[in-house]
């Protein structure tokens, strides 16, 4: 996992900004953007899922941190509908 993907999860989540990932879903397909609101790492395995609203698909969704290859933090802000545990 990127220092730099991570710190920007962060950054988001404090800031209550959205974020744009590149994810690769379990099933290997190609990676797909997702704008979501971050809101805590939960451990799995050797690695850890970041759990977030997916603001296009209205729910809660966990993402494999190994299987994010980009990040970015968008304008938009949202109001957490959990609490922040980044």
Known sequence: MSFSILSTIRQAAH???TLI???QPKDGSTYEQREI???SFRPEGTTDRLMAWDVDKQGVRSFLMENIRS???TEHTFIPKYPIEL
């Open 15 to 17: 800031a209550h900004k």
């Open 21 to 23: 990932i590149e994810y």
């Open 71 to 73: 990040a970015r933090m």
């Open 37 to 39: 609101e971050p809101f």
